[in-house]
């Protein structure tokens, strides 16, 4: 007469062994799918935060966003819900774009295209128009872009440079009769 409550400590430790075995197998494979659905999901934000962040700050005559490597700070900001924003605001315009988008995919599409669609949320999101979810994600991940570029080293130390001797525009005095309210317009005060 075996039945399950007639056995001994071995087979027990064996059954529990193979029952907590199993369950941690189920779950090391599913946080392995949720890791790469995770580094994917990653990898398509990074690719749109660089794209976005290249047609912002391009190369000039000196590097542009995607070599201060804003991108990745931003996506890390927005992780830590810095600037007022999170991963689904990356998701949010991504979303936005790939609608507006023939293809169905932003990144596919030309720079032109690229660029026209940029200028139209820009300009619409800094209109006096009424505030959607999309313009207010505009204004933080925009904000992210411009704080994560200036404050690198990339940003600070090459675009914002500082002039010791003041070029040949330096104008050090104001000529009275060209500006006939010059009280005025520093202090505000009628005399």
Partial sequence: MNNIFHISRRQLLCILGAGLGA????????NALLL??????????????????????PDTTSKGAVAANVPAFVHMAFQHQLFGGSVD???SIG?????????????L????????????IDKTTFSKSQETEISA????????????????EIGGAEELTYLPVAGSM????????????V???WMENAF
């Fill in 170 to 181: 330096y104008r050090a005095d104001i000529a009275f009769k060209d500006t006939p309210h």
């Fill in 36 to 57: 790469k659905q995770d580094a994917e999901s990653a990898n398509e934000e990074l690719s749109l935060l660089a794209e976005i962040c290249d047609i912002l700050i």
């Fill in 95 to 107: 979303s936005y774009l790939n609608s507006k988008s023939p293809s169905g995919n932003f990144l």
């Fill in 23 to 30: 369950s941690a197998f189920a779950s090391i494979s599913n």
């Fill in 137 to 152: 994600n505009w204004k933080i991940i925009k904000e992210a872009v411009i704080v994560g570029y200036y404050t690198s």
């Fill in 109 to 120: 599409e030309d720079e032109f295209f690229k660029r026209s669609i940029i200028e139209l």
């Fill in 89 to 91: 605001t990356v998701v």
């Fill in 183 to 185: 009280s005025n317009l």
